[in-house]
Each structure stands twice: as structure tokens, then as C-alpha cells.
């Protein structure tokens, strides 16, 4: 780097000569006032990355622990009373409702008092079985459709499972409305996360061309 002598040839002040700058002249170093928005852009998605992460601790670890529990319900008898086989017949055979609410209101079970406390019939046609399930306690009761035989009596605790796990045991605004913000918050905690990771090695790569 050179700078102009301000003296001319004959000693006198002049802007021809030239002359070798002290190599403890300093440079200009642009580049750090342009790292510092990126660091604040850093600081400000750490931040918010942290805190949105403890308050979503505990809905994590539900909906981690309830997923896990619905993946095997078809496995766990505890958590899904497993689909009984009726006698061997054809569709025509089968029962008609009315007859099959009959014999559920029989047995005199504390859920089944009423037409009104069933909630749903699910029908296998292939396994031959109504399943009647009442509004009280996810107490599910299997009839043959053929038969009308009582072949189970269960606790459907992958309802119970399953509502805690949508929000819905809580109530219909967390089902709504905070289950909705909560799958946002994922959202931003996955897309934060690897800003964080990203963004030191998008700095240093940035700093060894500078």
C-alpha cells in the first residue's frame, strides 16, 4: 500500500512522491459490522428456541408417551381389548341392532343401563361381532352377531389414550385451538434447531474467505 509524500522532489510540500506505508497502518474490517446482525439473529432464535422448548416439555413428553401406547394397542390387550370371533354364520344371519341392544341392556352393567348411554356399534363383518361402546368410562361390550353371545366385557383405554393424546380430555379449546398452536411451536423448534447448528458453520466458513 503506498500514500503520497507530501513533500515534492526538492523538498518542498508536493503531491508526487510516494513513499511505502507503515506496515502498522490499520485496515478497514467491514466484515464485522456486517457479522453483527447475524449474531443478534442467532441470539434471538436461541432464545426463543430455549423457551419454546420448556413450555412445550410436558405436551412433548405426552404426546410422545400416548403415540408410543396407540402404535401397540393392536399388541397390548390392556390397552385395546382384541377383536373376538363370532360363530361362523353369513351377514344375513346377523342380528338386528335393536335385538343386539336388547341383550346389552341385560347384563345389567352399570354403562349400559339405557339405549341412551350406548355411543357407538362397530361392526365386523368379517370377525361375525358387534362391539357396543358406552359414553361412561370407554367400557366396551363384543356380542356375536350371529348368536347374540357375550364373548367380552372391556375397559377401551385406547379411547382414554387417544383423548389425552389430541387434547380433547382437557377440553374442546385445547383440542382446538392449543393443539393447533402446539404443532406451530414443533414446527418452529425443528426449524430454529437447525438454524442453530447451522448458522456458527455459516459464520465460520464466511470468516475463513473473508
Given at each position: ?16 512522491t510516494?513513499?511505502?506505508a507503515?506496515?502498522l ?5 467491514p466484515?464485522?459490522?456486517a457479522a ?5 439473529t442467532f ?14 416439555t ?5 404426546t ?41 341392556l341385560r ?12 355411543d ?12 357396543l ?5 370407554h367400557s ?7 348368536t ?9 383405554r385406547?379411547?382414554?389414550?387417544e383423548?389425552l393424546h389430541?387434547?380433547?380430555y ?10 393447533v398452536?402446539?404443532?406451530?411451536a ?5 426449524f430454529s434447531?437447525w ?6 458453520k455459516?459464520?465460520k ?6
Amino acid at each position: 500500500m503506498f500514500h503520497r509524500d507530501p513533500r515534492g522532489l526538492d523538498g518542498d510540500l508536493g503531491p508526487s512522491t510516494l513513499y511505502h506505508a507503515s506496515p502498522l497502518t490499520p485496515r478497514p474490517m467491514p466484515q464485522r459490522a456486517a457479522a453483527q446482525p447475524s449474531m443478534n439473529t442467532f441470539k434471538v432464535f436461541w432464545s426463543l428456541h430455549k423457551w419454546t422448548g420448556l413450555a412445550c416439555t410436558v405436551l412433548i413428553f405426552l404426546t410422545c408417551g400416548t403415540g408410543l401406547m396407540l402404535l401397540l394397542k393392536k399388541q397390548v390387550a390392556w390397552i385395546q381389548p382384541p377383536t373376538r370371533t363370532g360363530a361362523p354364520g353369513e351377514v344375513s344371519q346377523f342380528l338386528p341392532l335393536s335385538e343386539a341392544f336388547e341383550i346389552a341392556l341385560r347384563m345389567d352393567h352399570p354403562d349400559f343401563a339405557t339405549v341412551d348411554d350406548i355411543d357407538r356399534v362397530d361392526v365386523r363383518p368379517d370377525a361375525r361381532v358387534y362391539k357396543l361402546r358406552s359414553k361412561h368410562h370407554h367400557s366396551e361390550v363384543q356380542l356375536c352377531a350371529v348368536t347374540g353371545e357375550v364373548l367380552s366385557i372391556a375397559t377401551r383405554r385406547s379411547d382414554l389414550i387417544e383423548e389425552l393424546h389430541d387434547g380433547s380430555y382437557f377440553g374442546a379449546w385445547l383440542h382446538d385451538w392449543g393443539m393447533v398452536a402446539y404443532a406451530v411451536a414443533l414446527a418452529f423448534l425443528a426449524f430454529s434447531g437447525w438454524w442453530i447448528w447451522l448458522a456458527p458453520k455459516l459464520r465460520k466458513r464466511r470468516r475463513s474467505l473473508d
